[in-house]
């Protein structure tokens, strides 16, 4: 077998492992609590018959590992449980007709953000490796600088402020329902999308500025200047094949902002994503949600950080070409 | 000439305009979180106006949805925070500090470990874990505390350990197991005093970052427990005035970002700069 | 004069960004075809100097004055684009370290010929034949196929033919060789050398030959400039510079090489290691069956090239690396094999000094620490005792106790490396370990650190345990020697017997690339070197 499949093999088998590790720690957390984890949901005023039903409800009286297993093997057919709210009532809804329309909602928003931001990023980050030092690259700095320390509600409230309230341009709420056309969704998604954008552009722009920059200072690229060629020629054919790999790893390392962006980011706008359901769920406590928002999120972010490191692995002529 | 300073700082900065100003700006921030039941013209939790009164003498920024002064709670907010922040700081470069050195000195088995289970906790966005977590828990200053704590004690661990790891690959560290020393003083006095220098630095980012963090949290409602100011619900609790044009809410937001900018400022230059995927040169 | 020089230099000065002189009033011309060897010490400025013959200087560094002429243009005075052609066509550049110096992302032969097919000197079908001519010429085996590999596919050696061949491409007119040889093995750096004389001579190029090593530029170049402190201190022709060196800048590069002593035979046994067979984690066993004898007061040198498991050896004796079997006796003593086992008394008079002191010494320690701590441990001393043994180990090693509160990156590399030393006689060691302790220092320093090691000897009847790589050395030092390859122990013996009547091929040949100044050693040894490769 070729080393590079071999890698892409246990790479993938890791990625796994580490959801199975993730999914593990998210179902289990719960057994923290001290005390019974019906009473806890219920509260001190709970009868007796309500809290032996809930326990029976939530399979509390089997073992441990066989409710992980259900539960794992029940999530991966798309079932979630229970939802808690409503549950009194007796209608409480499936948690996964109430996570997966959100989730699409979500997965367009951070599609849209990650398409803007991006390559904006990723242009300003070489513009200003290329011009270290000069004024157009500490300027580049000091603006990522400043939307790295400002909070996510903080440039999402600017926006509304400046471009919503005071200019008109855009909605300042990104309420969509299903029968608004995409020209619709667009005009809606426009803040939320900026806002977004905004958060993950500054650290990934900082990012790729240091990595290059460090990659301009590789003696090879001194070879190359005293091989008479030129600036572009040198960036473009020699500092960029090097980089895929760095840079690629960047946008998998930010992902995790992307992420924490889409969560306030849907607060403030009231955006129907998965991440203000998450949000709520905390707030009520409501436990299967929270886990299944926790088990999606954490399956999207080592996916994409998988496929992130695999492209970085075929990219590299290291592993490609072995001795 | 023997200098006493950072002799372990990658490179000296120059002290500049603007890094006198970051340093100006922090200390007035700590000074006003120390003398801030002093400084405050209204109680935390003090009624003292009908809600959402403006600007005015009396009440410099106006109130709150529920009467109280803002800029009396802005002072206790940011007096809380700050606190809360430090704390969290100082709790995860402790733990994830040591067990950091511990896995690049010690034993190999215990790095494994150690790095396996961080690998794990790792494999989930702070901010996810976090919110699952006081799920859990539910919310309050302990809680945030201890779950900001042990999240962040990750990335401590993770740096301490790469540096550390530069540094047990020297001879010194060699030349010390072949004198017969201990594990504790490979790791405290032959390691340490030679990352302290990135790890202030990272302890600053990771201040700032922490900060951020708490005005997330309780911007998402799931802060300190009411009465109590914090920076992050202001701003969602107060955020109706800015459809009206009103930009009240957003100044203790700004009073958030000015602070992490400030930090962020002085410190970069000297952070060992995060550059993944950087180990195939 | 008569025609007019290829390169001429005019009173080139450089410094760093915060002021400080790199390069101070550097006057030098080379005349079209012609060889000079420009030969320093580290930190006198040769690299600096070298690119600046190509019209770079490097971030972090300004000119603050001077000129560079280049075949009638003015390298700092002409933009940038029509410099770049100058150094696609006329000139060219072959780097300390091949391995960095390739860019890992392409093929060796496209990037070997860029440069040409990218200015449209040449086409690209003939700007391949001739890179592959090239690479045959330099004796690379099968250049086509070389050609297609990458950089980290390449050894060491076969690269930096390749870099000389990528600098060949367009027949320039001037080569700076920037210490081509440092980073190989005497036997590869021997036939690497001859293969770059060889072509230079057939080409006509003019060279500027970077080295630290008087010897092997004696090889190359018909003219020498030594290079001190940013300033030119001597230039003559390569046979006066060699006959009659007038500056002591120049006398010292040789510093090493004059410093003898006498061999002395017997002596009570010290440590006996029988068998010895080691290795690394789970990786196949790196010595072989090694048998030695160190006896007291005496020093044992190793030598062997790189990968010739000298250094292992070392760290199976200090017990850093446990033998997978065999015995070690000292004083007739069992000695366990790993550190742990090793009480600390053992630890104590089995002492190591590591080749950096740099990274040797702990940076954030003072000089006082790093010899407090041993004598505490060793000796538990304290107090005003501690205090006086500390200063009387200073004295012993020739330090100024006035530098005990320094801290350790604030000395200079001589008396770090003395320190070091220092630090290793703290306990009264009975074998001290030096690994190739000597090698990262300069020649004159080399030779204050060789005499102190054996005024201490006297003094005090430690042995050493001396690892190098540098003929030299041995003969400055050692009482015996033992000579390894592969792993194994392929001679040992009498110092002088060995260095003057070696038996086995591996010595001979050692002996034989040992860089020397004489006319015609090259191309014996490169010679040798070939014979034993086959």
Not at chain 3, 85 to 114: D, K, W
Request: with cysteine; proline share 5%; charged share 20%.
């Amino acid at each position: 077998m070729h080393p590079v499949l071999k890698i892409i093999v246990q790479r993938l088998a890791l990625g796994g492992f580490s959801l199975l590790a993730v999914s593990a720690v998210i179902f289990f957390s719960v057994s923290l609590l001290p005390g019974d984890y019906a009473r806890n949901i219920l509260g001190q005023s709970a009868t007796p018959e309500a809290v032996a039903n809930l326990r029976h409800d939530l399979a509390l009286d089997r073992p441990a590992p066989e409710r992980y297993g259900r539960w794992l093997l029940a999530a991966a057919r798309g079932d979630f449980g229970t939802s808690f709210s409503g549950r009194d009532g007796g209608h409480g809804r499936a948690v996964s007709a109430l996570v997966l329309p959100r989730f699409f909602n979500t997965l367009v928003l951070a599609a849209l953000a990650a398409l803007v931001a991006i390559p904006a990023a990723l242009l300003l980050g070489i513009a200003a490796a290329i011009a270290r030092g000069r004024a157009a690259d500490r300027l580049i700095n000091a603006v990522a600088l400043t939307f790295v320390a400002m909070p996510e509600f903080l440039i999402a409230y600017v926006l509304i402020y400046w471009l919503a309230v005071r200019a008109g341009l855009f909605p300042p709420l990104a309420s969509i329902h299903e029968d608004m056309s995409w020209g619709q969704r667009l005009h809606r998604l426009a803040l939320p999308v900026l806002t977004l954008s905004f958060v993950v552009l500054a650290h990934i722009l900082r990012m790729t500025r240091a990595s290059l920059s460090e990659l301009l200072g590789r003696p090879w690229m001194e070879t190359a200047l005293l091989k008479g060629l030129p600036r572009r020629r040198r960036i473009v054919h020699h500092a960029l094949p090097n980089a895929w790999g760095p840079i690629i790893n960047i946008v998998a390392f930010n992902i995790a902002w992307l992420i924490t962006g889409v969560v306030v980011t849907e607060v403030v706008f009231v955006y129907p994503g998965i991440g203000q359901l998450m949000v709520d769920a905390v707030r009520s406590r409501d436990i299967p949600v929270v886990q299944a928002c926790a088990l999606i999120f954490a399956a999207v972010y080592i996916g994409l950080n998988l496929a992130a490191d695999i492209i970085a692995i075929v990219t590299n002529p290291r592993l490609l070409h072995p001795k | 000439m023997t200098s006493r300073g950072l002799h372990f700082s990658p490179r000296r900065e120059r002290v500049t305009a603007g890094r006198i100003l970051a340093a100006a700006i922090v200390w007035l921030y700590v000074l006003t979180a120390l003398l801030g039941p002093w400084i405050a013209p209204y109680g935390e939790a003090q009624i003292s106006a009908e809600p959402f009164a403006p600007w005015s003498a009396a009440h410099w920024l106006g109130t709150d949805q529920l009467g109280r002064d803002f800029l009396s709670r802005l002072v206790f907010g940011m007096r809380n925070s700050l606190f809360l922040a430090l704390a969290i700081t100082i709790a995860s470069f402790a733990l994830g500090g040591s067990l950091g050195l511990l896995a690049a000195a010690g034993p190999r088995l215990a790095d494994q470990i150690l790095s396996r289970l961080v690998d794990v906790f790792m494999a989930l966005p702070a901010l996810i874990f976090a919110l699952m977590l006081l799920a859990i828990f539910g919310t309050g200053a302990a809680q945030l505390i201890v779950v900001i704590a042990a999240l962040d004690a990750t990335r401590v661990f993770r740096l301490t350990r790469a540096l550390a790891m530069r540094e047990a690959a020297l001879e010194y560290v060699e030349a010390a197991r072949l004198r017969g020393e201990s594990l504790v003083w490979i790791m405290g006095r032959e390691i340490l005093p030679n990352i302290t220098g990135p790890l202030l630095a990272e302890a600053g980012m990771r201040f700032a970052f922490v900060f951020l963090t708490i005005a997330t949290l309780s911007f998402l409602g799931l802060g300190l427990q009411p009465p109590a100011a914090d920076l992050g619900s202001m701003v969602r609790e107060t955020a109706t005035l800015i459809t009206y044009g009103d930009f009240t809410p957003l100044i203790p937001a700004l009073v958030i970002a000015i602070l992490a900018g400030a930090v962020n400022f002085l410190i970069d230059g000297y952070q060992a700069q995060p550059v993944p995927g950087g180990d195939d040169g | 004069m008569g025609e007019a020089p290829l390169l001429d230099i005019r009173g080139l000065s450089i410094t760093t960004a915060a002021g400080a002189p790199v390069l101070r009033d550097v006057h030098l011309h080379l005349r079209r075809g012609e060889v000079l060897g420009l030969v320093g010490e580290s930190g006198s400025g040769k690299t600096t100097l070298g690119l600046a013959a190509l019209g770079h200087v490097r971030a972090g560094l300004a000119r603050a004055a001077g000129r560079v002429w280049f075949d009638g243009e003015e390298l700092f005075g002409i933009p940038p684009a029509q410099l770049a052609g100058v150094r696609a066509a006329r000139m060219a550049y072959v780097a300390q370290s091949a391995q960095t110096a390739f860019n890992p992302a392409h093929r060796l032969t496209n990037q070997i010929i860029e440069a040409a097919v990218f200015h449209g000197l040449m086409d690209e079908k003939t700007a391949r034949a001739r890179a592959l001519a090239d690479q045959a010429r330099l004796g690379l085996p099968e250049p086509e196929k070389l050609g297609r590999r990458y950089p980290h596919q390449v050894s060491g050696g076969q690269l930096q033919r390749v870099m000389t061949a990528m600098a060949m491409q367009t027949r320039p007119g001037l080569i700076v060789f920037d210490e081509p040889t440092t980073a190989l093995d005497v036997t590869t750096q021997a036939r690497v050398l001859l293969a770059m004389k060889r072509l230079l001579a057939q080409s006509g190029a003019a060279a500027l030959f970077i080295t630290h090593d008087l010897a092997v530029v004696a090889q190359m170049a018909q003219r020498i400039c030594i290079l001190h402190k940013g300033r030119i201190v001597e230039e003559n022709a390569t046979e006066a510079i060699l006959a009659h060196p007038a500056h002591p800048v120049t006398r010292n590069l040789w510093a090493v090489r004059q410093a003898q002593r006498t061999a002395r035979a017997g002596g009570k046994t010290l440590l006996e290691a029988r068998n010895l067979t080691a290795g690394y984690g789970r990786g196949k066993d790196i010595l072989h069956d090694v048998c030695l004898r160190i006896a007291s007061g005496r020093t044992v040198a190793v030598v062997g090239e790189s990968g010739s498991g000298k250094t292992t050896l070392g760290r199976v004796i200090c017990g850093l690396l446990e033998p997978r079997s065999g015995t070690m006796r000292l004083d007739g003593a069992p000695l366990p094999g790993l550190l742990r086992q090793r009480g600390k008394s053992l630890r104590r008079r089995i002492r190591f000094v590591h080749q950096s002191a740099e990274t040797a010494l702990n940076p954030a320690h003072r000089a006082r620490d790093i010899l407090a701590r041993p004598l505490r441990l060793f000796e538990a001393l304290r107090g005003a005792a501690l205090a006086a043994r500390i200063e009387g180990l200073m004295r012993m090693v020739e330090l100024d106790p006035a530098l005990l509160p320094r801290r350790t990156g604030q000395l200079s590399g001589g008396q770090r490396q003395r320190l070091a030393l220092a630090r290793a006689l703290a306990g009264g060691p009975d074998l001290v370990i030096c690994d190739e302790v000597t090698s990262s220092l300069d020649k004159v320093i080399q030779r204050e650190i060789l005499g102190l090691l054996a005024r201490l000897q006297e003094e005090t009847g430690v042995s050493y345990l001396f690892i190098t790589h540098d003929m030299d050395t041995v003969r400055a030092i050692a009482d015996e020697v033992i000579v390894m390859a592969g792993g194994r122990i392929v001679e040992q013996g009498l110092r002088d017997a060995v260095l003057d009547t070696p038996q086995s091929e591996h010595t001979k040949r050692l002996l034989a690339c040992a860089p020397r100044p004489q006319p015609g050693w090259l191309e014996t040894a490169a010679s040798t070197a070939r014979e034993q490769e086959r």
